[in-house]
């Protein structure tokens, strides 16, 4: 039985879940209150509010999907923490024994954009990229477009988000955290969705957007295709191959930009949203996913 670490308000768990149906156990973060949990060391056992239940006896998969996305509802911090560390114990009881599926929830702290980009400089073209306090070597940049983007897609004092941008080197603050990348002129996003060892290629028409960042104008409507399937080399899938091997994922998405046939690496991001390049279902991306899963 697989393990679901998420929350209620889950879109793609949902999905999942009607996959899988019985074969699938959905532990809500935000909802603990309303399940009963016991875990020592020597076993442990959950139970949801319909009596449904998974132990350390029957869980064969485990699988972390945006648990901590959502608050749990009136509870004070010590609470939060202390629920966030009971799903970290679970998550890593499976991982001890080899049972997890998908990335761990913080894998980006421990390896990082910057890094990440090393490791893809050597199977794709990169962009010049930069993270700078105090506008240091900034001035690499000297004669090429930039951009600012974000390490962490946290939200300001306003509740605003930082994407994708277009700045003047010359009006940059130097008190701020600087994150800073070639502006790469291309008509066409990329982006590759693995899981496991298939790959799922799907490219976007730049020209009819109104900024750079295709997050920012992202629809996420069911029934509108802005992704639509495109071919990769086998040398592109190669490199594809050979970075998550290096980095040891099978899952996960990369996103590029297409450059006179070229994919240019942007970045890869551990966890991303994937639903969203077949919500019609033509490329049962969802079956795919809930069968490697839990086979």
Known sequence: MLLLLTSSLDGTSNLIVAQLGERVFRLNFDLFADYKLELSPARWRIED????????????????????????????????EEVKYVFRELYNWCRLRNQVRGNPPDFHHRLGKV??????????STPLTLA????????????????????????????????????DLATLHPDYPWY?????????????????????????????????????????????????????????AR??????????????????????????????NANGQWVFLDYAGRDRLVETVARWLNP
């Open 115 to 124: 890094n990440l980009l090393s490791i893809a400089a050597r199977h794709f």
């Open 180 to 236: 800073l990348q070639e502006a790469i002129q291309s008509d066409e996003d990329v982006t590759v969705f693995v899981c496991g060892e298939q790959l799922f290629c799907y490219q976007r028409d730049r020209r009819g957007l109104k900024g750079l960042d295709w997050r920012a104008e992202q629809s996420m409507t069911p029934g509108v295709d802005e992704w639509a399937r495109s071919p990769l080399s086998s040398a592109q």
């Open 49 to 80: 509010p319909t009596g449904q239940f998974i132990d350390s006896g029957l869980v064969t998969r485990c699988f972390w999907w945006n648990a901590f996305d959502y608050d749990i509802l009136y509870a004070n911090p010590f609470i939060v």
């Open 132 to 167: 700078s306090f105090g506008l240091a070597g900034v001035s690499q940049f000297a004669g090429r477009p930039a951009v600012a983007k974000s390490f962490s897609s946290g939200l300001t004092t306003t509740h605003r988000a930082l994407f994708t941008t277009r700045v």
């Open 239 to 268: 490199a594809i191959h050979s970075f998550c091997a290096e980095i040891g994922v099978d899952w996960g998405r990369l996103d590029f930009l297409r450059v006179d046939d070229e994919l240019v690496f942007l970045e890869f």
